[in-house]
Protein backbone atom coordinates (compact mmCIF):
# COMPACT_ATOMS: atom_id res chain seq x y z
CA UNK A 1 0.00 0.00 0.00
CA UNK A 2 1.48 3.51 -0.94
CA UNK A 3 2.57 5.62 1.89
CA UNK A 4 -0.05 8.33 0.70
CA UNK A 5 -2.85 5.64 1.21
CA UNK A 6 -1.60 4.92 4.33
CA UNK A 7 -1.13 8.17 5.85
CA UNK A 8 -5.14 8.66 5.03
CA UNK A 9 -6.07 5.63 6.49
CA UNK A 10 -4.62 6.02 9.62
CA UNK A 11 -5.95 9.49 9.73
CA UNK A 12 -9.20 8.44 10.24
CA UNK A 13 -8.39 6.61 13.64
CA UNK A 14 -6.94 10.62 15.20
CA UNK A 15 -10.11 12.39 13.15
CA UNK A 16 -12.76 9.75 14.61
CA UNK A 17 -11.59 10.33 18.42
CA UNK A 18 -11.28 14.03 17.83
CA UNK A 19 -15.16 14.24 16.40
CA UNK A 20 -16.31 12.32 19.05
CA UNK A 21 -14.51 14.40 21.21
CA UNK A 22 -16.43 17.22 19.71
CA UNK A 23 -19.61 15.64 20.19
CA UNK A 24 -18.91 14.99 23.58
CA UNK A 25 -17.93 18.60 24.46
CA UNK A 26 -20.49 19.67 22.33
CA UNK A 27 -23.38 17.70 23.73
CA UNK A 28 -22.60 19.60 27.30
CA UNK A 29 -22.58 22.93 25.55
CA UNK A 30 -26.16 21.82 24.37
CA UNK A 31 -27.00 20.49 27.87
CA UNK A 32 -25.82 24.21 29.79
CA UNK A 33 -27.37 26.32 27.20
CA UNK A 34 -29.76 28.86 28.12
CA UNK A 35 -32.25 27.60 25.92
CA UNK A 36 -32.00 24.42 27.32
CA UNK A 37 -31.68 25.06 31.16
CA UNK A 38 -34.66 26.96 30.70
CA UNK A 39 -36.93 23.91 29.68
CA UNK A 40 -35.53 21.49 31.52
CA UNK A 41 -32.72 22.96 35.06
CA UNK A 42 -29.80 21.00 35.50
CA UNK A 43 -30.59 18.94 39.10
CA UNK A 44 -26.76 17.51 40.06
CA UNK A 45 -24.86 20.24 38.80
CA UNK A 46 -22.25 19.16 40.74
CA UNK A 47 -21.81 15.64 39.04
CA UNK A 48 -21.50 17.66 35.62
CA UNK A 49 -19.17 20.09 36.34
CA UNK A 50 -17.02 20.68 33.52
CA UNK A 51 -13.71 19.39 34.90
CA UNK A 52 -15.68 16.09 35.86
CA UNK A 53 -17.49 15.62 32.39
CA UNK A 54 -14.55 15.93 30.19
CA UNK A 55 -12.06 13.02 31.43
CA UNK A 56 -15.06 10.49 31.41
CA UNK A 57 -15.61 12.11 27.44
CA UNK A 58 -12.38 11.01 26.35
CA UNK A 59 -12.35 7.35 27.56
CA UNK A 60 -15.91 6.87 26.34
CA UNK A 61 -14.45 8.19 22.78
CA UNK A 62 -11.23 5.93 23.22
CA UNK A 63 -14.32 2.81 23.93
CA UNK A 64 -16.60 4.10 20.96
CA UNK A 65 -13.31 3.82 18.57
CA UNK A 66 -12.70 0.21 19.69
CA UNK A 67 -16.31 -0.70 18.61
CA UNK A 68 -15.61 1.30 15.47
CA UNK A 69 -12.36 -0.92 14.88
CA UNK A 70 -14.37 -4.07 15.85
CA UNK A 71 -17.29 -2.60 13.17
CA UNK A 72 -14.69 -2.60 10.17
CA UNK A 73 -14.36 1.01 10.10
CA UNK A 74 -10.79 1.02 9.63
CA UNK A 75 -10.36 -1.55 6.46
CA UNK A 76 -7.30 -0.83 4.40
CA UNK A 77 -9.27 -0.98 1.16
CA UNK A 78 -8.84 2.45 -0.65
CA UNK A 79 -12.27 2.00 -2.91
CA UNK A 80 -14.61 1.67 0.00
CA UNK A 81 -17.96 3.22 -0.46
CA UNK A 82 -18.86 6.09 1.75
CA UNK A 83 -22.51 4.66 2.19
CA UNK A 84 -21.25 1.55 3.61
CA UNK A 85 -19.33 3.65 5.99
CA UNK A 86 -22.12 5.34 7.05
CA UNK A 87 -24.49 2.19 7.74
CA UNK A 88 -20.98 1.07 10.28
CA UNK A 89 -21.15 4.23 12.00
CA UNK A 90 -24.85 4.65 12.46
CA UNK A 91 -24.49 1.19 13.74
CA UNK A 92 -21.44 1.10 16.06
CA UNK A 93 -22.42 4.40 17.18
CA UNK A 94 -25.61 2.82 18.34
CA UNK A 95 -23.47 -0.33 20.22
CA UNK A 96 -21.99 2.47 22.02
CA UNK A 97 -24.57 4.15 22.88
CA UNK A 98 -26.34 0.70 24.24
CA UNK A 99 -23.43 0.29 26.27
CA UNK A 100 -23.67 4.02 28.08
CA UNK A 101 -27.53 3.51 28.35
CA UNK A 102 -26.94 -0.45 29.80
CA UNK A 103 -24.38 1.04 32.25
CA UNK A 104 -26.05 4.28 33.37
CA UNK A 105 -29.05 2.22 34.30
CA UNK A 106 -27.08 -0.94 36.37
CA UNK A 107 -25.15 2.12 38.38
CA UNK A 108 -28.20 3.80 39.35
CA UNK A 109 -26.47 7.41 38.35
CA UNK A 110 -28.59 10.37 40.33
CA UNK A 111 -27.87 12.92 37.71
CA UNK A 112 -30.00 13.64 34.20
CA UNK A 113 -26.88 12.35 31.99
CA UNK A 114 -29.60 10.68 29.44
CA UNK A 115 -29.91 13.55 27.59
CA UNK A 116 -26.24 14.17 27.25
CA UNK A 117 -25.76 10.52 25.85
CA UNK A 118 -28.30 11.09 23.66
CA UNK A 119 -27.55 14.04 21.87
CA UNK A 120 -24.12 12.72 22.38
CA UNK A 121 -25.02 9.81 20.12
CA UNK A 122 -27.02 12.00 17.51
CA UNK A 123 -23.85 14.40 17.30
CA UNK A 124 -21.52 11.63 17.57
CA UNK A 125 -23.06 10.26 14.21
CA UNK A 126 -23.10 13.51 12.10
CA UNK A 127 -19.31 14.80 13.23
CA UNK A 128 -17.82 11.43 12.60
CA UNK A 129 -19.23 11.34 8.96
CA UNK A 130 -18.38 14.99 8.18
CA UNK A 131 -14.97 14.01 9.42
CA UNK A 132 -14.76 11.01 7.05
CA UNK A 133 -16.17 13.21 4.39
CA UNK A 134 -13.72 16.06 4.85
CA UNK A 135 -10.70 13.18 4.82
CA UNK A 136 -12.56 11.88 1.22
CA UNK A 137 -12.67 15.39 0.39
CA UNK A 138 -9.04 16.21 0.87
CA UNK A 139 -8.20 13.35 -0.49
CA UNK A 140 -10.30 13.19 -3.63
CA UNK A 141 -8.59 17.28 -4.01
CA UNK A 142 -5.15 15.38 -4.11
CA UNK A 143 -6.17 12.68 -6.48
CA UNK A 144 -7.37 15.33 -8.92
CA UNK A 145 -4.59 17.27 -8.56
CA UNK A 146 -2.44 14.73 -9.64
CA UNK A 147 -0.92 13.55 -6.09
CA UNK A 148 -0.54 9.79 -4.47
CA UNK A 149 -2.48 8.36 -7.90
CA UNK A 150 -1.36 4.59 -7.81
CA UNK A 151 0.22 4.17 -10.97
CA UNK A 152 -1.54 1.15 -13.09
CA UNK A 153 -0.79 -1.32 -16.10
CA UNK A 154 -3.45 -2.77 -16.95
CA UNK A 155 -3.30 -6.44 -18.89
CA UNK A 156 -6.00 -7.80 -20.51
CA UNK A 157 -7.73 -7.81 -24.50
CA UNK A 158 -11.56 -7.50 -23.62
CA UNK A 159 -13.98 -5.56 -21.86
CA UNK A 160 -13.35 -5.53 -18.27
CA UNK A 161 -10.54 -4.27 -18.98
CA UNK A 162 -11.70 -1.34 -21.22
CA UNK A 163 -14.34 -0.59 -18.55
CA UNK A 164 -11.32 -0.59 -16.03
CA UNK A 165 -9.06 1.54 -18.19
CA UNK A 166 -12.17 4.00 -18.90
CA UNK A 167 -13.30 4.30 -15.33
CA UNK A 168 -9.70 5.10 -13.98
CA UNK A 169 -9.85 7.70 -16.81
CA UNK A 170 -12.82 9.63 -16.16
CA UNK A 171 -13.05 9.35 -12.41
CA UNK A 172 -9.92 10.70 -10.88
CA UNK A 173 -11.39 10.36 -7.41
CA UNK A 174 -10.49 6.88 -7.46
CA UNK A 175 -7.20 7.54 -7.05
CA UNK A 176 -5.69 5.65 -10.57
CA UNK A 177 -4.02 6.93 -13.43
CA UNK A 178 -3.01 4.22 -16.19
CA UNK A 179 0.33 4.27 -17.03
CA UNK A 180 0.35 1.08 -19.83
CA UNK A 181 -2.12 -1.21 -21.03
CA UNK A 182 -1.50 -4.47 -23.00
CA UNK A 183 -3.78 -7.32 -24.51
CA UNK A 184 -1.58 -10.05 -23.28
CA UNK A 185 1.65 -10.08 -20.73
CA UNK A 186 4.81 -9.17 -22.23
CA UNK A 187 7.82 -8.76 -20.08
CA UNK A 188 9.82 -6.91 -22.50
CA UNK A 189 7.39 -3.95 -23.60
CA UNK A 190 6.09 -3.75 -19.55
CA UNK A 191 9.56 -3.37 -18.41
CA UNK A 192 9.72 -0.45 -20.60
CA UNK A 193 7.42 1.18 -18.61
CA UNK A 194 9.49 0.54 -15.04
CA UNK A 195 10.95 3.84 -15.69
CA UNK A 196 7.76 5.42 -14.71
CA UNK A 197 7.93 3.34 -11.02
CA UNK A 198 4.16 1.68 -11.75
CA UNK A 199 2.57 0.66 -8.65
CA UNK A 200 0.23 -2.19 -9.89
CA UNK A 201 -0.64 -4.90 -12.44
CA UNK A 202 -4.51 -5.35 -13.10
CA UNK A 203 -4.83 -8.80 -14.99
CA UNK A 204 -8.43 -9.22 -16.78
CA UNK A 205 -7.17 -11.39 -19.34
CA UNK A 206 -9.48 -14.58 -18.28
CA UNK A 207 -8.59 -16.35 -21.10
CA UNK A 208 -4.96 -16.47 -20.36
CA UNK A 209 -2.85 -19.82 -19.33
CA UNK A 210 -1.45 -20.88 -16.26
CA UNK A 211 1.85 -20.32 -17.46
CA UNK A 212 0.80 -16.70 -18.64
CA UNK A 213 -0.89 -16.08 -15.42
CA UNK A 214 2.15 -17.11 -13.34
CA UNK A 215 4.81 -15.50 -15.42
CA UNK A 216 2.93 -12.19 -14.85
CA UNK A 217 2.64 -12.82 -10.99
CA UNK A 218 6.25 -13.49 -10.76
CA UNK A 219 7.24 -10.78 -12.45
CA UNK A 220 5.00 -7.98 -10.43
CA UNK A 221 6.87 -9.80 -7.36
CA UNK A 222 10.13 -9.31 -8.69
CA UNK A 223 9.84 -5.77 -9.46
CA UNK A 224 7.69 -5.08 -6.04
CA UNK A 225 4.33 -4.58 -7.81
CA UNK A 226 1.11 -5.18 -6.74
CA UNK A 227 -0.92 -8.08 -8.38
CA UNK A 228 -4.83 -7.74 -8.49
CA UNK A 229 -6.96 -9.68 -11.06
CA UNK A 230 -10.63 -9.45 -12.31
CA UNK A 231 -12.44 -12.13 -10.01
CA UNK A 232 -13.64 -14.21 -13.16
CA UNK A 233 -9.84 -15.48 -13.91
CA UNK A 234 -9.24 -19.23 -12.09
CA UNK A 235 -6.71 -19.19 -9.10
CA UNK A 236 -3.32 -20.35 -9.46
CA UNK A 237 -2.09 -18.84 -6.32
CA UNK A 238 -3.46 -18.39 -3.45
CA UNK A 239 -1.92 -15.78 -0.55
CA UNK A 240 -3.21 -13.41 1.31
CA UNK A 241 -6.16 -12.01 -0.99
CA UNK A 242 -8.04 -8.81 -0.61
CA UNK A 243 -10.86 -7.98 -2.87
CA UNK A 244 -12.71 -4.56 -4.01
CA UNK A 245 -14.87 -3.44 -6.45
CA UNK A 246 -14.08 -1.29 -9.41
CA UNK A 247 -16.62 -0.34 -11.58
CA UNK A 248 -18.85 -2.79 -10.35
CA UNK A 249 -16.55 -5.22 -11.40
CA UNK A 250 -14.82 -7.47 -8.58
CA UNK A 251 -11.18 -7.09 -8.70
CA UNK A 252 -8.80 -9.43 -6.38
CA UNK A 253 -4.99 -8.17 -4.59
CA UNK A 254 -2.81 -10.97 -4.25
CA UNK A 255 -0.78 -9.94 -1.06
CA UNK A 256 2.68 -11.85 -0.53
CA UNK A 257 2.16 -10.20 3.24
CA UNK A 258 -0.25 -9.31 5.91
CA UNK A 259 1.75 -6.76 6.55
CA UNK A 260 -0.27 -3.91 4.69
CA UNK A 261 -2.37 -1.45 5.99
CA UNK A 262 -2.65 -1.33 9.80
CA UNK A 263 -0.94 -4.38 9.62
CA UNK A 264 2.28 -1.78 8.58
CA UNK A 265 1.09 1.03 10.88
CA UNK A 266 0.94 -1.31 13.65
CA UNK A 267 4.60 -2.77 12.87
CA UNK A 268 5.73 0.96 12.48
CA UNK A 269 4.75 1.94 15.67
CA UNK A 270 5.87 -1.20 17.81
CA UNK A 271 9.20 -1.00 15.95
CA UNK A 272 9.41 2.62 17.18
CA UNK A 273 8.97 2.41 21.12
CA UNK A 274 10.64 -0.77 20.90
CA UNK A 275 13.33 0.37 19.07
CA UNK A 276 13.44 3.22 21.17
CA UNK A 277 12.92 1.91 24.41
CA UNK A 278 15.61 -0.29 23.65
CA UNK A 279 18.79 2.28 22.86
CA UNK A 280 18.34 3.91 26.22
CA UNK A 281 18.22 0.72 27.64
CA UNK A 282 21.69 -0.22 26.18
CA UNK A 283 23.37 3.24 26.52
CA UNK A 284 25.54 1.96 29.56
CA UNK A 285 26.14 -1.36 26.85
CA UNK A 286 26.96 1.02 24.01
CA UNK A 287 29.55 3.27 26.29
CA UNK A 288 31.77 -0.02 27.54
CA UNK A 289 31.69 -1.54 24.12
CA UNK A 290 32.78 1.47 22.66
CA UNK A 291 35.40 2.11 25.01
CA UNK A 292 36.65 -1.51 24.64
CA UNK A 293 37.23 -1.28 20.71
CA UNK A 294 38.64 1.87 21.42
CA UNK A 295 41.50 0.65 23.78
CA UNK A 296 41.65 -2.65 21.45
CA UNK A 297 42.07 -1.06 18.22
CA UNK A 298 40.99 2.66 18.39
CA UNK A 299 38.57 4.16 15.75
CA UNK A 300 36.40 3.43 14.16
CA UNK A 301 33.95 2.35 16.57
CA UNK A 302 30.73 1.66 13.94
CA UNK A 303 31.20 -0.26 10.71
CA UNK A 304 28.84 0.53 8.45
CA UNK A 305 27.86 -2.55 5.97
CA UNK A 306 25.78 -2.16 2.63
CA UNK A 307 22.95 -4.50 2.52
CA UNK A 308 19.55 -4.68 0.29
CA UNK A 309 16.50 -3.87 2.55
CA UNK A 310 12.64 -4.35 1.41
CA UNK A 311 11.86 -3.41 -1.89
CA UNK A 312 15.73 -4.39 -2.35
CA UNK A 313 16.66 -0.31 -1.32
CA UNK A 314 20.42 -0.09 -0.40
CA UNK A 315 21.50 1.13 3.24
CA UNK A 316 23.78 0.83 5.68
CA UNK A 317 23.55 -1.61 8.69
CA UNK A 318 25.25 -0.48 11.77
CA UNK A 319 27.16 -2.49 13.63
CA UNK A 320 30.63 -2.37 16.32
CA UNK A 321 33.22 -3.03 14.35
CA UNK A 322 35.01 -6.39 14.97
CA UNK A 323 37.49 -6.70 12.95
CA UNK A 324 40.97 -5.09 12.21
CA UNK A 325 40.69 -1.83 10.21
CA UNK A 326 42.95 -3.25 7.82
CA UNK A 327 40.54 -5.96 6.77
CA UNK A 328 37.51 -4.03 7.17
CA UNK A 329 35.54 -3.73 3.84
CA UNK A 330 33.05 -0.85 2.08
CA UNK A 331 33.15 2.47 1.08
CA UNK A 332 33.61 4.06 5.06
CA UNK A 333 37.60 2.09 4.05
CA UNK A 334 38.06 3.71 1.18
CA UNK A 335 40.61 2.00 -0.98
CA UNK A 336 42.18 -0.04 1.74
CA UNK A 337 37.84 -1.52 2.43
CA UNK A 338 38.42 -2.42 -1.57
CA UNK A 339 41.87 -4.26 -0.98
CA UNK A 340 40.05 -6.04 1.83
CA UNK A 341 37.57 -7.49 -0.58
CA UNK A 342 40.23 -9.36 -2.22
CA UNK A 343 41.52 -11.08 1.54
CA UNK A 344 37.85 -11.96 2.12
CA UNK A 345 37.07 -13.14 -1.30
CA UNK A 346 40.03 -15.95 -0.56
CA UNK A 347 38.55 -16.61 3.14
CA UNK A 348 35.52 -17.50 1.46
CA UNK A 349 37.02 -19.99 -0.80
CA UNK A 350 38.53 -21.74 2.03
CA UNK A 351 36.69 -20.99 5.13
CA UNK A 352 33.23 -20.68 3.92
CA UNK A 353 30.62 -22.61 6.07
CA UNK A 354 27.72 -21.94 4.04
CA UNK A 355 26.32 -23.45 0.92
CA UNK A 356 24.15 -20.87 -1.86
CA UNK A 357 24.63 -17.46 -1.83
CA UNK A 358 25.44 -15.98 0.91
CA UNK A 359 28.41 -16.78 3.18
CA UNK A 360 30.22 -17.34 6.16
CA UNK A 361 34.14 -17.17 7.23
CA UNK A 362 34.51 -19.75 10.28
CA UNK A 363 37.11 -19.07 12.63
CA UNK A 364 37.85 -15.84 10.71
CA UNK A 365 41.27 -14.01 11.20
CA UNK A 366 40.81 -10.88 10.85
CA UNK A 367 38.18 -10.74 14.36
CA UNK A 368 40.07 -9.07 16.74
CA UNK A 369 39.61 -10.84 20.38
CA UNK A 370 37.05 -8.32 21.50
CA UNK A 371 34.87 -8.50 18.16
CA UNK A 372 35.57 -12.10 18.66
CA UNK A 373 33.86 -11.62 22.16
CA UNK A 374 30.78 -9.45 20.51
CA UNK A 375 30.11 -11.66 17.58
CA UNK A 376 30.19 -14.60 20.06
CA UNK A 377 27.18 -12.56 21.81
CA UNK A 378 25.59 -11.03 19.25
CA UNK A 379 25.87 -7.36 20.56
CA UNK A 380 27.82 -6.34 17.72
CA UNK A 381 24.42 -5.50 16.34
CA UNK A 382 22.90 -3.64 19.01
CA UNK A 383 23.92 -0.54 16.92
CA UNK A 384 21.08 -1.45 14.63
CA UNK A 385 18.08 -0.34 16.55
CA UNK A 386 19.19 2.93 15.10
CA UNK A 387 18.74 1.55 11.60
CA UNK A 388 14.97 0.13 12.83
CA UNK A 389 14.23 4.23 14.55
CA UNK A 390 15.00 5.23 10.90
CA UNK A 391 12.75 3.04 9.24
CA UNK A 392 15.32 0.91 7.07
CA UNK A 393 14.94 -2.03 9.39
CA UNK A 394 12.80 -3.82 11.64
CA UNK A 395 12.84 -5.51 15.21
CA UNK A 396 11.92 -8.93 13.88
CA UNK A 397 12.30 -9.59 9.83
CA UNK A 398 14.63 -11.44 7.33
CA UNK A 399 18.06 -10.74 7.54
CA UNK A 400 19.62 -7.97 5.12
CA UNK A 401 22.18 -9.35 2.59
CA UNK A 402 25.08 -7.56 0.82
CA UNK A 403 24.06 -6.82 -2.78
CA UNK A 404 26.95 -9.07 -4.03
CA UNK A 405 25.21 -11.86 -2.19
CA UNK A 406 21.48 -10.82 -3.55
CA UNK A 407 23.12 -10.93 -6.74
CA UNK A 408 23.32 -14.74 -6.45
CA UNK A 409 20.02 -15.30 -5.67
CA UNK A 410 17.53 -17.64 -7.40
CA UNK A 411 13.83 -15.97 -8.50
CA UNK A 412 11.97 -17.88 -5.13
CA UNK A 413 14.76 -16.13 -2.56
CA UNK A 414 13.41 -12.41 -3.28
CA UNK A 415 10.46 -12.77 -1.20
CA UNK A 416 12.23 -11.47 1.67
CA UNK A 417 12.08 -8.45 -0.23
CA UNK A 418 8.44 -7.94 0.30
CA UNK A 419 9.44 -6.77 4.06
CA UNK A 420 11.89 -4.53 5.99
CA UNK A 421 14.66 -6.51 7.30
CA UNK A 422 15.35 -7.47 11.01
CA UNK A 423 17.69 -7.55 13.54
CA UNK A 424 16.10 -11.11 14.42
CA UNK A 425 13.24 -13.55 12.98
CA UNK A 426 12.30 -16.85 12.65
CA UNK A 427 15.41 -18.17 11.33
CA UNK A 428 17.86 -16.86 14.23
CA UNK A 429 15.45 -18.06 16.67
CA UNK A 430 15.55 -21.52 14.98
CA UNK A 431 18.86 -22.65 14.23
CA UNK A 432 20.86 -19.58 13.49
CA UNK A 433 23.87 -20.09 11.25
CA UNK A 434 23.06 -24.11 11.82
CA UNK A 435 20.51 -23.73 8.99
CA UNK A 436 21.44 -23.90 5.24
CA UNK A 437 20.24 -20.83 3.29
CA UNK A 438 17.71 -22.70 1.64
CA UNK A 439 15.83 -23.31 5.53
CA UNK A 440 16.14 -19.76 6.39
CA UNK A 441 14.62 -18.32 2.83
CA UNK A 442 11.56 -21.12 3.78
CA UNK A 443 11.10 -19.67 7.73
CA UNK A 444 11.22 -16.20 6.21
CA UNK A 445 8.26 -16.49 3.71
CA UNK A 446 6.46 -18.36 6.25
CA UNK A 447 6.79 -15.30 8.90
CA UNK A 448 5.91 -12.87 6.17
CA UNK A 449 3.11 -15.08 4.83
CA UNK A 450 2.18 -15.27 8.38
CA UNK A 451 2.81 -12.01 10.04
CA UNK A 452 1.22 -10.90 13.33
CA UNK A 453 2.51 -8.73 16.12
CA UNK A 454 2.14 -11.79 18.58
CA UNK A 455 4.43 -13.69 16.27
CA UNK A 456 7.05 -10.67 16.91
CA UNK A 457 6.71 -10.92 20.59
CA UNK A 458 7.57 -14.52 20.56
CA UNK A 459 10.39 -14.15 18.76
CA UNK A 460 11.65 -11.28 20.62
CA UNK A 461 11.35 -12.92 23.48
CA UNK A 462 12.88 -16.08 22.21
CA UNK A 463 15.84 -14.32 20.93
CA UNK A 464 18.18 -13.54 24.10
CA UNK A 465 18.02 -17.18 25.53
CA UNK A 466 18.85 -18.34 21.83
CA UNK A 467 22.22 -15.76 22.60
CA UNK A 468 22.37 -17.36 25.43
CA UNK A 469 22.73 -20.73 24.24
CA UNK A 470 24.57 -19.89 21.70
CA UNK A 471 23.12 -21.99 19.40
CA UNK A 472 24.55 -22.04 15.80
CA UNK A 473 26.73 -19.08 16.42
CA UNK A 474 29.49 -19.07 14.45
CA UNK A 475 32.58 -16.38 15.23
Known sequence: MKRFELLFTFLQLPMDY??????????????????????????????????RYWPIVAVVAFGWIIIFALSGLYSTNPNRKIARDLTRIIMAGSTGFAAITIYVFFTLQKFDSRFLVLVGWGLAIVSVTSGRLLLRGIKGICFRSGVGLRRTIIIGNHSIAEIISQTFTTEPRLGYTVVGRFDHFNPTRISQLLDTEPDEIIFTNSKANEEETLAAVDFANDHHLVFKYSA??????????????????????????????????????FDMVGASLLLVVCLPFYLIISLG????????????????????????????????????????FG??????LETEAGLIKTNNSKTGPVYKIKNDPRVTPFGRFLRQWSVDELPQFWNVVCGDMSLVGPRPHQPREVA???????????????????????????LTFEEEVKLDAFYIENWNLYLDLIILVKTPFIILKRTGSIV
Open 18 to 51: AMLLLAGFGAYAIRFSSTVTHLRPVLFAAKLSWP
Open 232 to 269: DLLSTIATNMAVSTIAGIPIIELRRTRLTGWGRIMKRL
Open 293 to 332: IFFETGRPIIYKNERLGQFGKKFFTLKFRTMYQNYCTGPQ
Open 335 to 340: SQGEAA
Open 408 to 434: NYAKHHKIVFAIKPGITGLAQISGRSA
